[in-house]
C-alpha cells in the first residue's frame, strides 16, 4: 500500500496536512516536484521563520524505525523522544491527533512566494536551490522534502533512485530558508540534480 506522509514543524508542534492543499497528493512522490502545492506551501510557512525550524517528513509507515531511536530532541526545555513524534503526525485517535494544531490553508495563503530561494540544513551545513514553479510542460523533482522524510522504502510511492544514502538526511535538523545563496555552505547540487528516479 501507499504510504502517506506528513510535515512536522518540530519546535513549534504544529504540522501540515497535503490535502489542505489543493489535494497535493499525500505519496513523497507525489508531493515532490517543483510547483507542486504542497511544497509550495512548506516553503512558505518556513519563510515566516527567521531562525528556521527543526523539521520532518513523517511516513505513515515510520513507526519502527522511529521506536529503535533511542535519543531525544529538546523542545521547550523538554525532552521529546523520536517515537512520539510519529504520533503527533500519525496517532490512530483522531480527536488526540487533531489536538496538535494543524497548520491551515488559510494561514498559509499569506505567505506566498513567487521567488528563488535556498534552504539550508544549519545543522550540516548544506543547502539546495528552490524555485517557485519550472518553465510549462518541465518536470523537475525538488529535494526538499526526501531529504526531509522519515520512513521512505516501506511503502508506494516512495522515492526509489539516486543518492538513496541522502534520503531522510536533513530530518530533525534546523532548516532555514535564505533570500541570497548562502555560498559558505555546501551546494548539494553543484553537479547536478541530487534525487532522479529510476
Keep these: 500500500m501507499g504510504q502517506y506522509y506528513e510535515m512536522l ?6 504540522y501540515m496536512y497535503p490535502i489542505d492543499y489543493n489535494w497535493s497528493g499525500l505519496k513523497l512522490t507525489e508531493q515532490s516536484w517543483v510547483g507542486q502545492t ?19 517528513h513523517i511516513g ?20 521529546v523522544t523520536y ?25 498559509i495563503m499569506e505567505f506566498k512566494w513567487k521567488e528563488t530561494v535556498w534552504i539550508a540544513d544549519e545543522d550540516t551545513h548544506e543547502y539546495i ?7 510549462e510542460n518541465e518536470w523537475k ?4 522534502l526526501i531529504l526531509l522524510s522519515v520512513g521512505n522504502g516501506n511503502g508506494g ?23 541570497e545563496e548562502p555560498h ?10 541530487l534525487f532522479t528516479e529510476e
Excluded at 9 to 14: P, V
Design 83 to 107: 517515537r512520539s513524534m510519529y504520533d503527533m503526525c500519525w496517532t490512530s485517535g483522531i480527536e488526540d491527533r487533531f489536538k496538535m494544531p494543524r497548520i491551515s490553508d488559510k494561514e
Design 60 to 79: 505513515d509507515y515510520s513507526e519502527e524505525e522511529l521506536k529503535e531511536r533511542s535519543d531525544s530532541l529538546e523542545i521547550d526545555d523538554e525532552s
Design 129 to 135: 536551490k528552490c524555485d517557485f514553479d519550472t518553465p
Design 157 to 179: 510511492g516512495d522515492y526509489h533512485g539516486t543518492n538513496m544514502d541522502r534520503v531522510g538526511s536533513w530530518a530533525f535538523h534546523k532548516i532555514k530558508v535564505y533570500n
Design 38 to 56: 504542497f511544497r509550495n506551501a512548506v516553503i512558505g510557512h518556513l519563510m515566516t521563520m527567521p531562525d528556521g525550524c527543526r523539521l520532518a
Design 141 to 144: 523533482m525538488c529535494p526538499l
Design 9 to 14: 514543524f518540530i519546535d513549534e508542534r504544529k
Design 184 to 193: 559558505w555552505m555546501f551546494n548539494l547540487e553543484e553537479s547536478g540534480p
